[in-house]
């Protein structure tokens, strides 16, 4: 199909007239000597096929004496499958999406319809398709009948998804400072996350792994033009967490979603790249979950409380980390720094209150602060240009909080680098130098779902924090 010379909003008009039907066909899974596999099959109008998986090893929480409920099990991966399927729907964007393998209220139809136009709210704005929640596609139940619910095992263990950057770690020392087991879940790893994990003293056996494998041939419309863009990965990281958390009898699920994540990317827009680790997602989760899967299981953000730089007080208290942590999408593959992007960039400005000179420069190889090039991404940031990055990054506010404060204490006046001397003139310093660190420190989000004790440790934890600094 040739779609070269069309614009990414002529494809979709295009493709969605060349194609009707998305169908969720079904989902198969068996257990093997090396764990659970799990394979979907999804098609557009019987043209394309595609068969993502995933593979959850054994470890020391899951075994192959595991005993479960099949139905049970269905319930868990038929959810995952209406979240995988997103990935393989934006290539092509069809009307209406037929799900075969169970029913599906109103509700939840709706819940669905929700996660999938806002957290492609950054693909359609990106590729400038022009469309809206109530239009932009059908879901379509066939079946009679409605997934069961699931058991699940009371138990104050949590499970903590490691992402290899600063956000998961302070988690996991939080949720072992309060006594109880923390259980790593780390999808796909790479190095930074299992690094961390080993940081942490954990070895393979203790930690859930999850293998998530792309059908190829996504790969392959992608290569010939067909629609792409980013897809709510956190999403998927809560729900294939439902299906973890009954394999290895764990109904806690501590997210590491902290306030920042909830202000919109782009000014003036309901357009968030960070969209499924928003409170509304959170909640909107919470609340399907406990209609429809399990009363028990218990997911939420432990950081939600907390803004990006009380997040970098409490790491800076884990030096263990500073060598392995890694917060660069562009690096990941080669845990690296690239030194080069608005992530790094920013937690390098994050981190610069709380760790001296030397110690950034060590972790990132350089001071980015010298860096002329990334002056662009600095503007983004701080809020002098308009849009922030399409990255997981905190608000302009604790941005500018935290280069007023660098840019006055950490560094001598006649040895000031080149961003922070530019910053330095700019009316976002003007606006933010009097602001106080240590108040900024003492204020909290109290849209969470903490329970008070909880909430009590963190507040005591970073009270040390800041006065370690």
């Known amino acids: 199909m040739y779609l070269s010379n069309k614009t990414n909003y002529e494809k979709f008009i295009f493709l969605r007239k060349e194609y009707s039907e998305f169908i969720f066909e079904s989902f198969d899974y068996s257990f093997k000597d090396d764990g659970l596999h799990i394979v979907f099959e999804f098609s557009v109008d019987q043209k394309h096929h595609f068969s993502p998986s995933l593979l959850y090893p054994y470890n020391s929480h899951f075994t192959p004496k595991l005993k479960i409920e099949i139905e049970e099990l269905n319930t868990l991966i038929f959810n995952m499958g209406m979240i995988e399927l997103i990935s393989y729907w934006k290539a092509i964007c069809p009307k209406k999406i037929i799900v075969k393998p169970y029913k599906l209220t109103p509700s939840q139809i709706e819940f669905w319809k929700k996660i999938y136009y806002h957290g492609l709210g950054e693909f359609f704005y990106l590729n400038n398709i022009k469309t809206n929640i109530e239009d932009f596609v059908e879901i379509s139940p066939e079946a009679e009948n409605l997934a069961p619910k699931v058991e699940f095992i009371m138990s104050e263990t949590e499970m903590i998804p490691i992402g290899g950057g600063k956000d998961s770690v302070v988690s996991l020392e939080l949720i072992k400072g309060m006594k109880k087991e923390a259980v790593p879940l780390i999808m796909n790893p790479r190095g930074a996350s299992l690094n961390s994990a080993y940081a942490a003293g954990y070895k393979d056996e203790d930690i859930i792994f999850i293998y998530r494998k792309i059908d190829k041939h996504l790969l392959e419309l992608n290569s010939q033009g ?39 990317t782009i000014a003036g827009e309901d357009i968030n790249h960070q969209y499924s680790k928003t ?8 609340n ?76 990132f190889g350089k001071n980015l602060f010298q860096d002329e090039e990334l002056l662009e991404y600095f503007k983004e940031l701080s809020g002098i240009s308009e849009n922030k990055p399409f990255e997981c990054v905190g608000t302009v506010d604790e941005v500018n909080i935290a280069l007023a404060y660098t840019a006055q204490f950490v560094y001598k006046k006649d040895k000031i680098p080149y961003l922070l001397d530019y910053y330095l003139k700019t009316d976002k310093f003007k606006t933010f130098k009097n602001i106080d660190l240590n108040k900024a420190l003492e204020q909290f989000d109290n849209e969470h779902f903490l329970n008070n004790s909880n909430f009590n440790f963190i507040k005591e934890r970073l009270q040390w924090a800041s006065s370690k600094r």
């Open 226 to 264: 067909y629609l792409n863009g980013h897809t709510p990965f956190s999403a998927m990281l809560a729900f294939s967490g439902l299906i973890a958390g009954k394999l290895c009898n764990i109904p806690n699920m501590a997210l590491s979603n902290e306030s920042s994540a909830n202000e919109s």
């Open 279 to 286: 409170i509304e997602f959170e909640s909107d989760f919470r």
């Open 288 to 363: 399907y979950v406990k209609e429809n899967i399990s009363e028990i299981f218990n997911y939420y953000s432990l950081l939600r409380p907390l803004s990006e730089l009380q997040i970098a007080a409490l790491f800076s208290l884990e030096s263990k980390y500073n060598r392995v942590f890694r917060s660069c999408n562009v690096g990941s593959k080669t845990d690296s720094w690239c030194g080069k992007c608005p992530k790094c960039l920013f937690t390098f400005i994050m981190m610069s209150p709380f760790l001296t000179i030397s110690e950034l420069e060590q972790i």
